[in-house]
């Protein structure tokens, strides 16, 4: 049974730093594109950052897709672990939300923004930033 599961949601003053964490049963991690998404009350879910299939690129096959978000966010993959981890330095309140982490279909090694693209999702963890 496919499973994802986030961790690492809190309430941070501004400035600070999160790690989260997608757990991932179920599949190996390494074979599918996966993505963190946000969602804060009233607005549509967006995709924050996603890390392609293994092997896909050599080097580094992350990416994000907010530019409010690059240089503070960065996601990675621990293969072994079967994990994927978002860590979030430079917090600020606007990013407020509740985090999820998505598979992609299969058929496509590629990172994708479509919230349509992914099959399977996490229940979400809650990141909160204020003083």
């Known amino acids: 049974q496919t499973q994802l599961v986030e961790s690492g949601g809190a309430l941070v003053q501004p400035g600070g730093s999160l790690v989260l964490s997608c757990a991932a049963s179920?599949?190996?991690?390494?074979?599918?594109?996966i993505s963190w998404f946000r969602q804060a009350p009233g607005k549509e879910r967006e995709a924050v950052s996603c890390?392609?299939?293994?092997?896909?690129?050599?080097?580094?096959?992350?990416?994000n897709f907010l530019d409010s978000v690059k240089g503070r966010f960065t996601m990675s993959r621990d293969s072994t672990k079967n994990t994927a981890s978002l860590q979030m330095n430079d917090l600020r309140a606007e990013d407020t939300a509740t985090y999820y982490c998505?598979?992609?279909?299969?058929?496509?090694?590629?990172?994708?923004?479509?919230?349509?693209?992914?099959?399977?999702w996490g229940q979400g963890t809650q990141v909160t930033v204020s003083s």
């Open positions: 890390v392609m299939k293994s092997g896909v690129l050599k080097g580094d096959d992350s990416m």
């Open positions: 998505a598979r992609r279909r299969r058929g496509s090694p590629f990172c994708s923004a479509n919230p349509s693209d992914y099959d399977s």
């Open positions: 179920g599949f190996g991690m390494k074979d599918f594109a």
